[in-house]
């Protein structure tokens, strides 16, 4: 992506911040005018999500690895990084989705204090307390708005109608969808938009309450004003709830994430952690080479 496409994929979702004296605006202008519009993050903040020395494998051929890195609780960590360098891979493997996919996952993952590979813990256990959001939208196509909703609670035994209701509304409320669909809650999903559909998804992950969510690449099918709303939500619901987001977009890390960790292949085409820190620090003054070259557009 050129300079000149990323300064017009920042001004397709909002309107352009300060500029760098040759006139684009800079990846760092807009994670500090949006880091000025957050609440502080609390650099104190315990870890929501800890790997240590993570590495994905597929038979011989090393996805991603030697990955160390802390996921603090109720704030945004977007992976960053050129395709083919893991961090969907990555974002997998916390939610054990590879069990049956042939991965192997080293190293260590907890989710606060749970072991996720622990040789006793199921995987139902993880994923009831992480949500993910796809990077296309999966709603259940024969499914109505309102089931679509509710079906993570009913699988996990709830039936009383009115605890299903209330859960239903919470989650379309954070979802930015309730006033679209309030009066349609029995029609089929799949007549909504496609921007719809995705909030959709996103309610139905929020809907289980979970302590972490998920999200690989949610905008990347979505139009700009879609991608817009997603962002919304995204800044909105940080302070209550974990998110770890996958994308390519610099600029949407730039605007909506407190920390980045930039994902780059190794010399031998494996996927690996070159940097993380604070967005606006990492995307204005890198301390590896390689992270420097690639937030400048010059590899990637």
């Not at 519009?37 to 800890?50: E, F, G, I, N, Q």
């Not at 909703?149 to 035994?157: P, T």
């Amino acid at each position: 992506m050129t300079e000149n496409e990323r300064t017009i994929a920042v001004d397709e979702t909002g309107s352009p911040g300060p500029r760098h004296p040759s006139g684009v605006t800079t990846l760092g202008s807009v994670a500090a005018r949006s880091a000025a519009t957050r609440r502080p993050a609390d650099l104190s903040a315990a870890a929501a999500v800890t790997l240590e020395h993570v590495s994905v494998s597929f038979g011989r051929q090393v996805a991603v690895r030697d990955v160390t890195l802390e996921l603090p609780a109720r704030q945004v960590t977007a992976l960053v990084g050129p395709s083919g360098c893991g961090k969907t891979t990555l974002l997998r493997a916390i939610n054990r989705l590879h069990d049956h996919t042939g991965g192997r996952v080293d190293g260590s993952i907890r989710i606060g204090d749970l072991d996720v590979y622990a040789p006793r813990t199921p995987p139902e256990l993880v994923r009831g307390r992480i949500g993910m959001v796809f990077q296309r939208p999966n709603p259940f196509p024969t499914m109505s708005i309102y089931d679509n909703v509710v079906a993570g609670l009913r699988l996990n035994g709830i039936r009383k109608k009115s605890l299903l209701r209330e859960a239903a509304e919470v989650a379309l409320h954070h979802a930015a969808l309730w006033d679209s669909v309030k009066d349609q809650l029995r029609e089929p999903a799949i007549r909504l938009s496609g921007g719809q559909q995705q909030r959709l998804c996103i309610a139905r992950a929020l809907a289980v309450e979970p302590e972490v969510l998920l999200m690989d690449e949610p905008c990347s099918a979505l139009d700009p004003i879609a991608t817009a709303k997603i962002e919304d939500f995204i800044t909105a619901l940080s302070p209550e709830i974990t998110i770890v987001l996958v994308t390519h977009n610099m600029f949407q890390a730039a605007r909506v994430a407190e920390r980045v960790a930039i994902f780059l292949l190794g010399d031998d085409r494996v996927g690996e952690l070159a940097e993380t820190g604070p967005t606006a620090e990492v995307f204005t003054s890198p301390f590896d080479p390689r992270t420097k070259a690639y937030v400048e557009g010059r590899v990637g």
